[in-house]
């Protein structure tokens, strides 16, 4: 009788024990990474409108409500018509509450899907934290994303505060590193991902190790790394466009104002200034800088597919190569919205296509 029961409780146990889930963790964190992909696009619009400061408060709670009474909303307004944006720019253009009210719908909408992807990412981590379903060692790693992402939001605050106390635009730098660790969140979710769909295919129990950040996909992200700054500065910097002249200063490639090299660079403060404050130049910059992050990427896309993963190896062609055009036409079309979104939109798209190869590399190694 004993051992009857003792042979009992050894085939229960195993029914009793929580297991890991790790396809389930990396189906949610897909759908994270799409949310953030998400809100990379609705920022892109949000600072391509010139929607970001438009909300003047940061109420994490009672903001997530737009205005609801004509009371509210003028309220608002008169909050709005007290920064220099307003002041300087808005204001002597005639603005109305109805043009006030587009400009807040694009920034409400970033700051909403902002805490949206917070409670889809917090609330399924407390239930797969719960029901033991996370793998060993992924603990500290989702824990450390969800950090990113909470500094994210106070990073979004500082960079708008610059916009309604100090200028008519937020600060570039700030701008910069708002999106950078946006796409550096982004790119933790998908190396995470692929390392718990490694996992499951493999097993643990079999020798299967999270991926290796290789020195060729390294260089490869920190060249990709400098072409987004270079971006972020260019949009913070109005860089496609002469500021109050009303006409786009390069709106042809390759060349600018009919040359290579373009005039009109202000060197007074040095050439580190210059590469980070003047407009010329900081576009010239962004313009030739992605050939460099096109030929790591050649070489990058090549060792994937040495390493077995054609996929990964389309992915990140296709993706550089259509930014890379995408990056061209929003040139020729002046800025037009809709190409400058896609321009962006694919910008993130890189990132993950970047991630995945260099996963693949990684893997292969580890």
Known sequence: MPLANTTARQHARPLARPLARPLALARWLAVVAALIIAIVVVGGITRLTESGVSITEWNVVSGTLPPLTDAAWQAEFARYRATPQFIRINGPAGMTLATYKFIFFWEWVHRLLARGIGMVFALPLVWFWVRGAIPAGYKPRLVALLALGALQGAIGWWMVKSGISHDVKVSHFRLATHLLVALTTLAGVVWTALDLVGSAQVGRAQGQAPARLRPLAAATLAALVIQLVLGAWLAGLR?????????????????????????????????????????????????????????????????????????????????????????????????????????????????????WAAHAVGRRAA
């Not at 800088?289 to 993963?309: D, E, F, K, P, T």
């Open 239 to 355: 860089a496609g466009v002469v500021a109050g002249a009303g006409w786009f200063a390069w709106d042809a490639w390759p060349l600018m104002q009919g040359r290579f090299w373009p005039e009109g660079i202000d060197w007074t403060k040095g050439a580190l200034f210059a590469a980070s404050h003047d407009p010329y130049l900081v576009h010239f910059l962004h313009r030739w800088w992605a050939w460099v992050v096109v030929v790591a990427m050649v070489v990058l896309a090549r060792r994937v597919r040495s390493a077995g993963n054609r996929p990964a190896s389309i992915a990140l062609h296709s993706a550089f190569g259509t930014q890379v055009l995408l990056g061209i036409a929003t040139v020729w079309s002046g800025v037009w919205l809709p190409i400058a979104v896609l321009h962006q939109a694919t910008g993130a798209l890189l990132v993950v296509a970047t991630t």
